[in-house]
C-alpha cells in the first residue's frame, strides 16, 4: 500500500473540510505557511493541483472536491473508531470474580487501599460458584483456588498460597479442652461445600494419631468457604480453611491453627485474567494492585494486556 505522506493528507483534510488555510492551520495547531507547505508538497506527491486560489481564499479543483470526498471520509471513520477505543479501554469498571471466603476474609478488608489509590476505577465484585464454569467474556479478573492448568481460557498466576490447616476459635477449643489432635473426636467438624477434605487431612494425620477416619462423615455441612468461616469464627467447630486467606485471622487470634499438617499445599490461588480477548487499563492496574499486597506471590503480571 502506497499512501501520501500522513501530515501532508492530515493538511489537506483540514483545509478542504474548513475551506481556509488559516482555520486549517489554528485547527492543526501549526503556522499558515506550514499548512501551505504540506498542500504543495501533498500535490507534487500526487502530481495534480487539488487547491486553488480564489480571490483572497481558496476553493477545491474539481480533483480536489473528489479527494476530500475520500479523505474526510477516511479521517471520520478512524477518528471514531479510535474514539470508540479509547472509551473502551479507558472504562473504569471492572468485573471481578472471587470465591466468597477470599473475597469476605481476604480481599474486601484491603479494599480501601485500592480505592484510595485508584478512585475513579469501579469496582464490581461476584461470588464465584464451584458448579459454574467461569465464562473469559462476562469476567475481566478472576480469583479461583486451583492449578493453572485448570483454567485453560484465562491466563493464571498464582496469587497465594494454597495450604489448608485445621482452625477454631480459641474460645471453641477452651471449652472443649482440646490439647491435641487426639482430642479431635470431641469436636465438631466443619465443613465447606464437600466432606472430602476432611477425609484427607484425618487420612494424613493418622500416620501419627489414631484417629477415626469416619469422623469426616460427621459435622455441619456448608454450602461455600464464607459460611464455613463464619460459623468457625462463631465457635460452632473446627474447619479446613487456607491460611493464606484467614491469615489477618490467625495473626489477631480469633482463629488458630490446631496443627500444621495440611492438605491442598500444591494448589494455589489464582490470578485469571481472560487469555483470548485484551483487557482493560483499569483491570490491569486492579490486578497488579492485589500483586502488590502484603503476602501474595511476585512473579509478575499477565503477558499481552494492553
Not at 67 to 85: G, H
Not at 135 to 151: C, K, M, Q
Not at 169 to 196: F, I, T
Amino acid at each position: 500500500m502506497k499512501l501520501p505522506p500522513l501530515q501532508s493528507l492530515r493538511s489537506f483534510e483540514a483545509v478542504a473540510r474548513l475551506l481556509s488555510v488559516t482555520r486549517a492551520a489554528d485547527d492543526l495547531c501549526v503556522s499558515h505557511s506550514a499548512v501551505s507547505h504540506q498542500i504543495r508538497k501533498l500535490e507534487e506527491w500526487i502530481g495534480i493541483q487539488l487547491v486553488e486560489r480564489n480571490g483572497r481564499g481558496i476553493r477545491l479543483t474539481e480533483a480536489g472536491e473528489r479527494y476530500k470526498f475520500k479523505v474526510c471520509e477516511a479521517f471520520e471513520s478512524i477518528s471514531a473508531e479510535t474514539e470508540l477505543l479509547r472509551k473502551r479501554n479507558a472504562s473504569p469498571l471492572v468485573r471481578v470474580s472471587c470465591l466468597p471466603m477470599f473475597a469476605v476474609a481476604w480481599l474486601m478488608p484491603q479494599m480501601h487501599d485500592f480505592w484510595g489509590k485508584f478512585p475513579d476505577v469501579q469496582v464490581a465484585i461476584q461470588y464465584a460458584r464451584a458448579a459454574k464454569v467461569l465464562d473469559p467474556d462476562t469476567v475481566d479478573v478472576a480469583i479461583e483456588h486451583g492449578n493453572p492448568s485448570d483454567f485453560p481460557d484465562f491466563v493464571a498466576i498464582p496469587l497465594l498460597d494454597g495450604t489448608t490447616v485445621p482452625v477454631a476459635s480459641p474460645d471453641y477449643l477452651q471449652r472443649n479442652n482440646y490439647q491435641s489432635p487426639a482430642d479431635l473426636k470431641g469436636l465438631s467438624l466443619l465443613h465447606d461445600a464437600e466432606r472430602k477434605f476432611w477425609h484427607l487431612w484425618l487420612k494424613k494425620m493418622s500416620i501419627d494419631f489414631d484417629l477415626d477416619l469416619a469422623m469426616a462423615e460427621t459435622g455441619l455441612l456448608f454450602p461455600d468457604g464464607n459460611l464455613t468461616l463464619a460459623a468457625c469464627l462463631a465457635g460452632e467447630g473446627v474447619a479446613l480453611l487456607p491460611r493464606s486467606v484467614v491469615l489477618s485471622q490467625l495473626r489477631a487470634k480469633t482463629l488458630v491453627s490446631l496443627s500444621t499438617v495440611a492438605i491442598e499445599e500444591e494448589k494455589s490461588y489464582l490470578l485469571l485474567t481472560p487469555k483470548n480477548r485484551p483487557v482493560t487499563r483499569s483491570a490491569l492496574l486492579f490486578a497488579h494492585w492485589m500483586q502488590s499486597l502484603p503476602g501474595t506471590i511476585k512473579i509478575g503480571v499477565p503477558k499481552g494486556i494492553q
